[in-house]
Each structure stands twice: as C-alpha cells, then as structure tokens.
C-alpha cells in the first residue's frame, strides 16, 4: 500500500490528508482558535459530584464544565475506595472542591463538555507511557507472536524495578531496534518528570501539558512502513517538521519534503472536491447505486440504495453486488467524514447469508487499518447493521459547518403555498382584532410571486371580506418562510 500525508497550511488553520493508494482516506483540520483538546492534562477542580450518575463535573478554565465518568478514574483511586466486589459511589473516590489531575479523552461535542480520564497516558513514537499504571502491554495489530514477545521482553528488561509506570507497544514498534525503544522510554520518563513537577506549581483549573499542534501529531503518530512521503507547502511548518523528524524519528526525516508548486497541494490531489462532496448527503457509487448519509446528534443513518445498477444475472446478485460496493465506500466515508458514536446501516435485504456474512467482512476488513475503534454487530433481524465507532473529535460537517439560519438545522423549510395559507391566517387575525383599511404584507420573492400568480384570487377575496386593500413586497433578505403582515 501506497501511503502519502499532505500538509497544507494557512494563517490560522492546519490541514492534513492520509492519501492512501491515491484515494484520500482521512483528514483532519486544526484551526488557532479552535485547537483540539485531547491529550492535554490540567489541574482540574471538581464542581459538582452526582451520585445517581456516578460522575462528576470538573473545571478545567474552558467554556464548559468537563466530565469524569468513575469508570475513567485511576485504578489507583478505584482500589483505595473499593473492596472485593462492592460497587462503591464516587462521592467516596472525589468530593467537590478537590484538585485533581486530569486528562481530556474526548473534546467537547456539540452542548457536551470533554471527556477526562485520570489514568493520564503519554504517547511517543513507539510507547505509550502509563504513569499510574503497570506492566506491559503490546498493540492487538501486532500480530506475529515471536515480534509480540520480542517487544514485550525488551521493555520490561528496560524497566526499573522499582518503576511504578506501565508501557503500551505501539504499532509502529514492530521492527524497531532496541537503541531506540530505549531513547523512547527514556524521553517518556523525563517528559512525565517535567509534567508531574509542572503539576505540583499549578493552580486549580490551569493547563498542564498541551499535546503537540496537528502537523507534529501525525509525524508521531501516522507515519508507518508504508508510508512513502509526507508533503508540506508551507517551509517554516516544514522545517519545524523536519527538525522534529530528525530529533526524534530520524529514519523518517527524509521522506518529509517542502512542495513548493504553484498549484495548491490539496487542488493537485483532487482533497478539496472530495472535501466538499464528503458534506453532502448522498454519496454516489461506481455501479450506479447511492449511499444517504443522516447525521444527527443521536446517532448517523445510512441507507443503500441500487439506484440506477440493474445488474447482468438476478436480482439477488445485483442486490449482493451493490452491498459488497457500498460496504467498502462506507468504511471510506466514516474516516473522511469522522463519523462516530452509534451508526445504522441499512444494506438492502440479502435472502443468502453466505453474501450477509461476506458484506460484513468487507465492512471489518476496510475498518482495519482505521485509527478510531469500530465495533460491528450481526446483521439484526430487522436487516440493519449496527456499529459504533469511537468518537473523540467533531465530525467534518461540524467543524466546516453549522446550522442553516434558515431551518435551524432541520434540513427543510416551510413551502411557499403553505407561507401563503399562514399569511392569510394572519391577515384575518388581525381583520378580527383591528380596524384598518390598508395593509402590506411583506415576503421572500417566492412567496410574493405566488400570491400575485396561483393565489391572486384568495387575495382578492381576502380584500372583499376585510373591506382593505392588501398590497404585496418582496423582501429577498427575508427567510424563505419569514413574513410580515403591517397594518397601514
């Protein structure tokens, strides 16, 4: 597989594309005012503890309170208020008003304030450091057993006795020298030295540790054996990437090259034509069949459709062919589009269940390489797939997009016959509480033009039964199912 990263790179926001094969699979956006809060650490200040939820709200200085789960407090915690198998409440693990350290899992979502975790973890290149953890642990996708037991051995002879951390392999250790998963560990313990003295000093409510900006994070954490280049436009980002390279992965530092063409980068890879369909709803397939997208809060709906594939032999194998497609585009779709949570598939109905069993492995196989974890159910007896997908950022349409002003995010609006019936309602309102002789009804051009076209007569009639003349005004400001009725 063929892997390449591109960074382009404006005043105020970071871009950067996992192109795969020459197939844009993933991207992620970072502006200024905006940056990601995920694997910052704060001093946090516990405001308010709930029993009945087993949570508590905590102030990390951000515009919402952020919130602690007990099942993400440090084990350290966890064992110091339970014993054997007695479920104990978190007003006897944390109590309002107490300072604690925290970390952000996931940032805030739509009305929703962060995650936190007090199990702090610390990423480098190869490692994942677990200040109040221990033992080692290996990435599930490494999978040969002899490399498996090769890293796992290595770490635990680098660790002191005496050392209270625990270790995660990461995938990108597979292969790596000795030498250098030491100069890791290494830089891991000396970063957490720093960190924790860092914690003593601060106050309540206050940063900690800030996670490296986007264009340093993928150098850490996306690089892998396949990836053959990363590409930057802009040469100050570039050079604070190379330098980064060099000090700490320099068998990578290489690949990293300033693309200094006339071209945008991400108008020569076609990013910003897929970035703009990847808003839109419906989602076309080679074969002539069509995805439908819906994202709402609770959950993101996706329906199959043939559209217009007919197919060359049955209808089963039409039906078949068109789920195996739409299977893989969806795996596409959820990176690019960052969709997480709880997500319904609605593949079209599959009388044979060798071809339901083979969709959903195509589903899983595509979903392999994706960073987020997904999780695929059976095929239910309604014919649906259910499946989450771990959601830690706000999804594409989120972070370039908001709410139209003028249906609120509904995604219709009144038509125009039917603002023409209210204006008529209302004109009789008023007819019944008021006395006037004149009144100007003002609308989009739309709404007006119907009232002078299909609706003329009504007005006429209207006219006669309040004895008033009705004048009409166009108003292209207007919403397409705003109005305004004024007595003259």
């Not at 980002?237 to 990293?256: D, G, H, N, S, Y």
């Not at 609006?413 to 008023?430: D, G, H, M, P, W």
């Amino acid at each position: 597989m063929r892997e390449e990263i591109l960074v382009n790179v404006t005043p105020r926001e970071v871009r950067v594309a996992l192109v795969e094969n020459g197939v844009v699979q993933d991207v992620q956006i970072e502006r200024t005012n905006r940056r990601g809060l995920i694997s910052n650490i704060y001093k946090g200040r516990v405001s308010r503890v709930l029993p009945g939820m087993q949570a508590a709200f905590v102030e990390l200085g951000l515009e919402r309170t952020a919130f602690l789960h007990a099942s993400d407090l440090g084990r350290d915690t966890a064992e110091n208020g339970c014993s054997g198998d007695v479920e104990i409440s978190i007003a006897d693990l944390v109590a309002e008003g107490a300072e604690i350290l925290v970390q952000v899992l996931k940032d805030p979502l739509g009305t929703k304030g962060a995650r936190l975790t007090t199990q702090v973890t610390i990423p480098s290149r190869y490692l994942v450091m677990m200040p109040f953890g221990s033992g080692v642990r290996v990435s599930a996708r490494i999978e040969e057993e002899h490399e498996r037991e090769r890293l796992r051995n290595l770490i635990e002879s680098f660790c002191e006795s005496d050392e209270p951390a625990g270790y995660i392999v990461r995938t990108a250790a597979e292969g790596a020298d000795p030498e250098a998963l030491r100069a890791d560990m290494q830089f891991l313990q000396k970063l957490w030295q720093a960190i924790d003295a860092a914690a003593r000093e601060a106050g309540p409510a206050e940063l900690v540790h800030e996670d490296l900006p986007l264009a340093l994070r993928v150098l850490r954490d996306l690089l892998g054996t396949d990836m053959e280049c990363v590409r930057v436009d802009s040469e100050p980002t570039f050079l604070v990437m190379k330098e980064f390279a060099e000090r700490f992965i320099p068998q990578m530092a290489p690949m990293i090259e300033h693309y200094s063409g006339g071209r945008p980068i991400f108008d020569l890879y076609g990013i910003e034509d897929e970035l703009q369909r990847a808003l839109e709803r419906k989602v076309p397939l080679k074969s002539g069949g069509y995805l439908m997208f819906d994202q709402t809060e609770a959950m993101t709906t996706i329906d199959v459709n043939t559209g217009a594939y007919v197919g060359h032999r049955n209808l089963e194998e039409t039906i078949f062919r068109t789920n195996l497609e739409a299977a893989v585009a969806i795996a596409r779709q959820l990176r690019l589009r960052n969709l997480g949570g709880i997500i319904i598939i609605d593949f079209i109905d599959m009388i044979e269940q060798e071809h339901r069993n083979q969709v959903l492995e195509a589903l899983s196989a595509r979903l392999a390489g994706d960073h987020a974890k997904a999780q695929i159910m059976d095929v239910s007896p309604l014919g649906l797939v259910e499946m989450t997908r771990k959601r830690t950022r706000e999804s594409l349409e989120h972070v370039l997009c908001q709410a139209c002003p003028s249906c609120g995010g509904r995604g219709f609006v009144k038509t125009a016959e039917s603002v023409c019936y209210e204006i008529f309602r209302e004109i009789l309102r008023q007819h019944g509480q008021f006395d006037f002789q004149e009144l100007l009804v003002l609308a989009r051009p739309g709404v007006i033009e119907r009232l002078l076209d299909e609706e003329s007569a009504s007005v006429a009639e209207l006219e006669e039964q309040t004895g008033a003349t009705i004048r009409l005004q166009s108003e292209s400001l207007y919403a397409p199912d705003q109005f305004d009725v004024i007595l003259m």
